[in-house]
């Protein structure tokens, strides 16, 4: 069964409940599961969340109340959990299936944060982004949108693995990139120089773990890759390869194909003015934010690039005949849609994830559609799959593949 069809079986009745509740105790194995919209809805209620599944179009609410979502801001998603922060912006794992909670390192302990207590007592952070600068003050709650939201947080495994789960987050200023398996106290940071081989220390835009081979693999903002392997007692990185030109200003993601071969995908986004301005809240007060209502960010190309690591160069291929890419937030997917019949082939499905609307533009429209890779167009997600409980613009909804482990 599908995660949602599991759910649902165990609120048929007595005898299905406990099958279900052996189902989990046991941990019986369950197949892959499709991609899920995971959005917050007016007509599901305060207290609950909705999971759009791209592949069947049925919709499954669960318990997440809104204002834990809005507490805890969604900074990216991998094996089914999500990735959020708490009010000291320490990252927290989380299954909205299930509720389990992981708790990672403090937010002091990377190489380049420290706390300290302002003159009215209150606790603040310092971060040191260059040696010979004054350092950058950041309240705790806050401190999220500095760090991490320009970046990415990526998984090598579901966090029920424990200790074989490395969670690999690239975090400001400008890109570095640290780590830290399940129960450690600290994030490592994978510093350049000969001692580990990396051969940048800034720029990093995107990461992925590779399951055929072990390792992590990082993607520059001019498209130059490296792998990090940390199964040692060191992290041991080497370049793979160089810079591409005219990349440099594009949002770039890195994926891996259900057959192993890499792709980067280059995403072209232009703001543009909307004919139809949102309205916002009563309550909304114009501060920091800076909401425009007329605002809309657009997506104009999507490029795709096999990676040839063998010679050390990049591919630009026009179709992806079979399969479907999910690109966000969310630690990005290509999936066969032979296991998926439901998903659309040569398409991508996006959502937004620039940094100033999941953090700050609570009340502009999302972009939630799904790109042609053929046609180069992209209609809304909604006109060609609609949906029970239409989905609000905060938090900004994420993809996940929901998992009950």
């Known amino acids: 069964m599908h995660v949602a069809d599991a759910v649902h079986s165990g609120a048929v009745c007595a005898s299905w409940r406990a099958a279900y509740d052996a189902f989990r105790r046991h941990r019986l194995p369950s197949p892959r599961q499709p991609p899920c919209l995971l959005y917050a809805s007016d007509a599901a209620g305060p207290d609950v969340a909705a999971l759009h599944c791209a592949a069947t179009c049925a919709a499954l609410r669960i318990p997440f109340p809104r204002a834990r979502l809005a507490r805890r801001p969604l900074l990216g998603s991998g094996h089914g959990w999500l990735v959020t922060a708490d009010e000291a912006s320490k990252l927290l794992l989380l299954n909205p299936v299930t509720d389990a909670e992981v708790a990672l390192p403090l937010i002091t302990t990377l190489h380049h944060v420290e706390s300290f207590t302002d003159e009215r007592g209150a606790p603040m952070y310092n971060v040191f982004e260059n040696i010979r600068a004054e350092p950058t003050d950041l309240e705790p709650h806050r401190a999220h949108e500095f760090m991490y939201y320009q970046y990415r947080v990526v998984l090598s495994a579901s966090p029920a693995a424990g200790r074989d789960c490395t969670v690999l987050i690239l975090h400001m200023p400008q890109g570095e990139v640290s780590f830290a398996r399940l129960g450690d106290e600290r994030w490592p940071w994978v510093a350049a120089g000969k001692d580990t081989g990396l051969p940048w220390r800034y720029g990093y835009r ?78 909304y007060v114009d501060d920091d934010d800076i909401q425009n209502p007329h605002l809309e960010l657009k997506t104009l190309d999507l490029q795709l690039y096999n990676v040839d690591l063998q010679h050390q160069r990049v591919e630009m291929i ?46 502009n429209l999302r972009e939630i559609g799904i790109w042609s890779i053929a046609d180069q167009s992209m209609p809304r997600l909604v006109d060609v799959s609609p949906v029970i409980y239409p989905w609000l613009n905060w938090p900004s909804p994420i993809w996940i593949r929901p998992s009950l482990f």
């Not at 040692?232 to 080497?238: C, F, N, Q, S, Y």
């Not at 990005?332 to 609307?357: H, I, Q, R, W």
Request: charged share 20%; net charge negative; hydrophobic share 40%.
């Open 206 to 283: 995107d990461t992925m773990y590779n399951a055929f081979d072990d390792l992590f693999y990082l993607l520059q903002f001019n498209a130059a890759m490296c792998s990090l392997d940390l199964n040692g007692p060191l992290p041991v990185a080497r370049q793979v390869l160089g810079s591409v030109p005219k990349s440099v200003y594009l949002k770039k993601y890195l994926v891996q194909t259900p057959s192993g071969d890499m792709l980067q995908v280059w995403r072209l986004r232009k703001h543009i003015d909307s004919l139809t301005p949102v309205e916002l809240s009563p309550d």
């Open 318 to 363: 026009d179709s992806l005949p079979g399969h479907a890419l999910f690109l966000g937030f969310n630690a990005a997917l290509c999936l066969s849609v032979k296991d998926f019949p439901g998903l659309k082939p040569n398409y991508a499905y996006v959502t937004d994830d620039c940094e100033e609307y999941v953090s700050m533009l609570r009340y």
